[in-house]
């Protein structure tokens, strides 16, 4: 794991750098096929933005595995449900309607990623739903030293589909045109 987002400094870097970017039309899209109120984990809530606007629609529980984004979410959000968890393992015992990233998935290899999938298919309740975004592209690399893993709708599609019924999986803005994949599915 890199020490990026691990420290105080890379946190509050992160939180200046990210302050004008939210998930509001991921999150547009998700109400489309998960109700009002569902309950729904979100991972790697980081500075909370997408937390924020998920909490005013669903009961939502946030996570990362950073503690510090977790110290940070709690002491901004005292009434807010947090828990410090791993993408990969997601060692929960409680199960939810739904689970919603924002660029988060990119930060596991492949391997990592197909554990997480089959983990979110046990924790999340039948018929639950999930959202995630991608960078789209291709190959990985190491970026202020984390990893990154791009992908193309056509992996996406492989990683998901033993899993999940794909509802929806196309290419979005981000910063630039197609930057960016969103992916919704159902659990099977
Ligand atoms: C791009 S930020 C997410 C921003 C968030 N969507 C928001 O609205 O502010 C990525 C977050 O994923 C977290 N993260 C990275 N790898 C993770 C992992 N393996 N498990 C859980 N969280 C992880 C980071 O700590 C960081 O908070």
């Known amino acids: 794991m890199g020490e990026y987002y691990h420290t105080k400094e890379s946190v509050e870097e992160y939180i200046h750098l990210a302050k004008d970017v939210n998930g509001r039309q991921l999150i547009n899209q998700l109400e489309q096929v998960l109700p009002k109120k569902s309950t729904l984990?979100?991972?790697?809530?980081?500075?909370?933005?997408?937390w924020n606007i998920l909490n005013k629609i669903y009961t939502v529980t946030g996570s990362d595995n950073s503690a510090k984004f977790i110290d940070h979410l709690t002491s901004n959000n005292p009434n807010g449900e947090f828990l410090e968890l791993d993408a990969v393992t997601l060692n929960t015992d409680k199960k939810y309607d739904g689970i919603f990233s924002n660029k988060v998935m990119h930060h596991l290899t492949d391997d990592q990623l197909t554990g997480s999938i089959k983990r979110q298919?046990?924790?999340?309740?039948?018929k639950g739903v999930l959202c995630h975004s991608f960078w789209k592209g291709e190959g990985t690399e190491i970026f202020k030293g984390m990893f990154v893993n791009y992908h193309l709708e056509e992996e996406i599609r492989k990683f998901f589909e033993p899993l999940f019924e794909?509802?929806?999986?196309d290419s979005y803005a981000e910063f630039d045109a197609g930057d960016s994949i969103l992916l919704i599915g159902r659990k099977n």
Do not use: A, K, Q, R
């Open 41 to 50: 984990l979100e991972i790697g809530s980081g500075p909370g933005t997408d």
């Open 121 to 126: 298919h046990e924790i999340l309740n039948d």
């Open 166 to 169: 794909i509802l929806f999986l």
